[in-house]
Nanobody, 118 residues
Framework: VQLQASGGGLVQPGGSLRLSCAVA????????VGWFRQTPGKEREGIGC???????????????RFTISRDKAKKMVYLEMTMLTPEDTGVFCSARGDGHYC?????WGQGTLVTVSS
């Protein structure tokens, strides 16, 4: 099982960025993929997830600004981020969950760094 996040970089405040997660060795029809952010000095924060039937769920901090989507054929999960602020800076990673809701994550991928700064 593998999850590989990519697409991070430097973005100006107010800007947008799309992160990608390539998954391997499991089907998106059977498992949840969640997105997380790790900021220095803070606990890892859940952003949201897409469950096996395609429904998406978001943390309150992400609603209205972040959108999770997937392409099952390409085995990709995306995190579209808009209206970014410096507080969004962090390492973003993805994880596989059990399929029914955002939780029970048992496989984690390496993250990609997002820096929001002018």
């Amino acid at each position: 099982v593998q999850l590989q996040a990519s697409g991070g970089g430097l973005v100006q405040p107010g800007g947008s960025l799309r992160l990608s997660c390539a998954v391997a060795a499991f089907s998106l029809d059977a498992y949840t993929v969640g997105w997380f952010r790790q900021t220095p000095g803070k606990e890892r924060e859940g952003i949201g997830c897409v469950v096996k039937d395609g429904r998406t769920y978001y943390a309150d901090s992400a609603k209205g600004r972040f959108t999770i989507s997937r392409d099952k054929a390409k085995k990709m999960v995306y995190l579209e981020m808009t209206m970014l602020t410096p507080e969004d800076t962090g390492v973003f990673c993805s994880a596989r969950g059990d399929g029914h809701y955002c939780g029970h994550y048992n496989y984690w991928g390496q993250g990609t760094l997002v820096t929001v700064s002018s």
